[in-house]
DNA sequence: GCGATATACATTGACAGACGAGGTATAGCG
DNA sequence: CGCTATACCTCGTCTGTCAATGTATATCGC
């Protein structure tokens, strides 16, 4: 079953810190991660993955500069920055929490009719 | 920790028709039996939940009537339907496989910095 | 040399879900 | 009579996602 982005949606940047978490990275390079990480069941969205470069650089958890390849197209790299860092185990724990309420409401549906 | 609103979005109309797999019910209840089933952790808003609720009945997932109080507001019920039910089970599996997507998504920022 | 494919980045406009703000109405309590 | 709780509804705005489109470089087969 492949993931319908409504679900994804916020978690966008999260996914993109995490990587970064790792070392620094390229957009493409990030994507293709994601797309082998998940086997295929997940990618992001080129447009969807720039603009949360932009929101995340915007906000300061990110910086980025432009890679020296003498060959190929130019990429323009990522780091993450300690806010980044701070942001990413904020955001983390907030999807903990998440989760955790919604497999709660969820499960409701389990329950059966009640009298 | 409260939940953020972003992270829920597109779990709203399960997490109805998982109120609704226990029995009819109306909008205020269910948004009361939400707050309290999350300790206060999420609450969904009111518009959010009246829209979700004329999404579903379009959709076919739910019908509604209007309750014969003699006292008291009056209250418009929900019923789940046969095709509602099997919307819940096919969004349940969705949500979990999402789940499971992020998880593993997440989980990588843990990994510490690659050479 | 030339077309196809892969790599790599970027912007625009549209869409959909969430929600603040505002509105209507009934009932009980002090 | 005002306050609070119950109960429903809608309009307009905001935000994140994404299809479409565009740019440029490199490689491979023919």
Same mark, same amino acid.
């Not at 790299?77 to 860092?85: A, M, N, Q, V």
């Not at 919604?102 to 409401?105: A, E, G, P, V, Y």
């Given at each position: 079953m492949s993931?319908? %982005?409504? *679900?994804?949606? =916020?978690? @966008? !940047? @999260? /996914? /993109? *810190?995490?990587q970064l978490m790792k070392g620094d990275g390229y957009g493409y390079m990030i994507n293709k991660a994601i797309l082998s990480l998940t086997g295929g069941k997940f990618? $992001? #969205? !080129?447009?969807t993955l720039y603009t949360a470069f932009r929101r995340l650089e915007d906000a300061g958890c990110i910086v980025s500069y432009w890679g020296?390849? @003498?060959t190929g197209a130019r990429r323009r +790299? +990522? %780091?993450? @920055?300690? $806010? =980044?860092?701070e942001s990413y185990r904020l955001r983390k724990k907030e999807w903990e929490t998440a989760e955790a309420v919604?497999? #709660? $409401?969820l499960a409701e549906g389990e329950k059966g009719v009640s009298i």
């Open positions: 993931v319908a %982005s409504e *679900l994804i949606r =916020g978690n @966008t !940047e @999260t /996914i /993109i *810190l995490a990618e $992001l #969205k !080129e447009a020296d390849e @003498t +790299y +990522y %780091s993450i @920055t300690d $806010l =980044g860092r919604i497999d #709660k $409401l």
